[in-house]
C-alpha cells in the first residue's frame, strides 16, 4: 500500500492490540500515520503489534515512523486522561483517537450478575466517554480539530438477547457519537462510529473456531461470510482521512448486510 491518506498524522488505538484494533492500527501505520496502541494487560499482543505496525510503515514506504504502546484501564477516568496525555508526549499532538476497546459476556436481562453488567458498561461506553473527553479537551487546546471514532457494533441497533450489557453499551455508543458530534461540529472536530456484524476475532472464539457453529453464523449474514478484522480496518482509515472531512455523526455499519433485516430478503409479510 502507497496510500498516505493519514501522513502526518496521529493515532491511538485502544484496545490496539489483538483483533479490529490491531487491523486498524497496522492499516493506519500503512497510510502514514504515528500510532499509539492502548491495551490493559496484554503485554505480548501489544508488541506484536507495535511490531507490525513499524512493518506496515516500512512496507508502504512511510519510513521509520514513531510508534509506542499506552497501557490503561480505559474504564477509569485517570487512566483514560493519562492514556491520551502518554499519546500527546510520544507524538507532541494527537490527531486521531479510537475507541475501539470491549468486551462481551453473557447477561440474560433476567439473570444478569450487576458486576459483570457494570463492567461491560463501563469498558464498552463509558470508556468510550473518558476518552473521548480527554481528547477532545486535547484537540481544543490547539489548532487544526480532531477526530474521534467509536467502534461500535451491528447490535447497536440490532438487538441481542441474553447479551444485555452489551447491546446496552452499542447502543449508548450511537447516542454518544451523535451527541458529540453535534456539540463539537462546528469546532473542526468530527466523530462517528464503525458498526462491524459478525468478524473473526478473538471476541468471537465461541463460533469462529467451530466449522459447525461458524456456518451456523454465517447462514445469518446476507454476504454469506463473517468479515477478517482487515475487512473492517480500511471503513476507520476512511473515516479518519480528509475523505470523510464532511462526514460527522454517523454509524456506518460495516456488516455483511446484517442490518438490512435479511428475513425480509423473501416477502413474506405482503
Not at 470491549?102 to 436481562?109: F, H, K, L, R, V
Not at 450478575?113 to 477532545?136: F, K, Q
Not at 489548532?143 to 449508548?172: C, D
Not at 468478524?199 to 472464539?205: E, F, I, K, M, P
Request: glycine share 12%.
Amino acid at each position: 500500500m502507497s496510500r498516505a491518506r493519514l501522513g502526518g498524522r496521529s493515532a491511538l488505538i485502544t484496545g490496539g492490540s489483538r483483533g479490529i484494533g490491531r487491523a486498524v492500527a497496522e492499516r493506519f501505520a500503512a497510510e502514514g500515520a504515528s500510532v499509539a496502541i492502548g491495551h490493559l494487560r496484554d503485554g505480548p499482543e501489544a508488541h506484536a503489534a507495535l511490531d507490525a505496525c513499524r512493518r506496515a510503515s516500512l512496507d508502504a514506504g512511510h519510513g521509520e515512523r514513531r510508534h509506542c504502546i499506552v497501557e490503561a484501564d480505559v474504564s477509569m477516568v485517570a487512566d483514560a486522561d493519562r492514556m491520551i496525555a502518554e499519546a500527546v508526549r510520544a507524538f507532541g499532538r494527537l490527531d486521531i483517537l479510537v475507541n475501539n476497546a470491549g468486551i462481551q459476556a453473557a447477561t440474560p436481562g433476567d439473570a444478569y450478575e450487576p458486576d459483570v453488567m457494570e463492567r461491560i458498561i463501563a469498558v464498552n461506553l463509558l470508556g468510550a466517554a473518558h476518552g473521548a473527553r480527554a481528547a477532545i479537551r486535547h484537540f481544543l487546546s490547539r489548532p487544526g480539530g480532531g477526530v474521534v471514532i467509536n467502534t461500535s457494533s451491528a447490535h447497536e441497533v440490532i438487538p441481542k438477547p441474553g447479551y444485555l450489557a452489551y447491546s446496552m453499551s452499542k447502543g449508548g455508543l450511537g447516542n454518544l457519537t451523535r451527541t458529540l458530534a453535534l456539540e463539537f461540529a462546528d469546532r473542526g472536530i468530527r466523530v462517528n462510529a464503525v458498526g462491524p456484524g459478525a468478524t473473526l476475532t478473538s471476541l468471537n472464539d465461541s463460533w469462529r473456531n467451530d466449522p459447525d457453529r461458524l456456518a451456523g453464523v454465517e447462514r445469518h449474514i446476507p454476504m454469506g461470510h463473517a468479515a477478517a478484522p482487515e475487512a473492517i480496518a480500511p471503513v476507520f482509515a476512511f473515516l479518519a482521512s480528509d475523505e470523510a472531512a464532511y462526514v460527522t455523526g454517523q454509524t456506518l455499519f460495516a456488516d455483511g448486510g446484517l442490518t438490512l433485516f435479511a428475513d425480509f430478503k423473501e416477502n413474506w409479510a405482503s
